[in-house]
């Protein structure tokens, strides 16, 4: 059985998974391209970080706008589970997401009295530092604008800092690593299940050994 890979971002209202929480999410279903956005409604907009909402170009009025949390993470759950897998054979993709978007995607649908339905978690980040240190490329610059820039070829969607067009230039970027930089990104993928029970979430586990077979796309 092969994989089910979905790129992913999330815009938060500060960096904060406790304090904080998301203002919008976009999922592209990497086996048809289907990209689901949505906007979310803020309960605690007086919590945010000034700092977030002046890189998002976000006012505390805009935090207003949005859907309900539940009802979006009920939109986004079902949307990812129409592929009839299970979340061991699901792979989110994304710009920085173990590190960040992980905490608010497992809170999210805790929230929503959900598990999250993805296992697994492939960071372009740690892709981007691979294709730059078999190139010899000195940098410490690995956001998704400076990683995009330095893919060359790789033809970006204008804007940034809106989770429909990261999620779209970390598509693109995925892309080029694998398919036209031949990264190789399986020793990439790490498993973070996610329990509503009280299990440890954060046992990391290197899928060394994963048939490749399981990662075609």
Not at 10 to 36: A, M, W, Y
Not at 75 to 93: M, V
Not at 146 to 156: L, N, P, R, W, Y
Not at 159 to 186: F, M, P, Q
Request: hydrophobic share 35%; glycine share 6%; with cysteine.
């Amino acid at each position: 059985m092969t994989l089910s890979y979905f790129v992913v971002d999330l815009e938060t209202n500060g960096l904060s998974s406790f304090v904080h929480e998301p203002t919008e999410i976009s999922i592209i279903r990497c086996s048809d391209k289907v990209q689901l956005t949505k906007m979310i409604k803020v309960k605690h907009p007086e919590k945010s970080s000034w700092d977030a909402l002046k890189i998002t170009g976000k006012t505390i009025a805009d935090l207003s706008n949005g859907d309900d949390l539940i009802d979006t993470v009920n939109l986004c759950d079902k949307f990812i589970k129409e592929d009839g897998l299970t979340p061991a054979h699901r792979c989110i993709i994304g710009h920085n997401i173990i590190s960040f978007d992980k905490k608010f995607l497992h809170i999210m649908w805790a929230n929503a009295n959900k598990e999250f339905p993805i296992n697994l978690y492939l960071d372009t980040i740690a892709l981007t530092r691979a294709f730059a240190k078999r190139e010899g490329i000195k940098t410490r610059k690995f956001n998704l604008q400076a990683s995009c820039e330095m893919v060359i070829g790789i033809k970006k969607y204008a804007g940034s800092h809106g989770s429909k067009i990261d999620t779209r230039n970390t598509y693109l970027l995925w892309k080029a690593l694998v398919e036209e930089k031949n990264i190789d990104y399986l020793p990439f993928i790490k498993n973070y299940p996610h329990y509503l029970n009280g299990a440890p979430e954060e046992l990391e586990e290197d899928l060394e050994g994963l048939d490749p077979s399981l990662l075609d796309d």
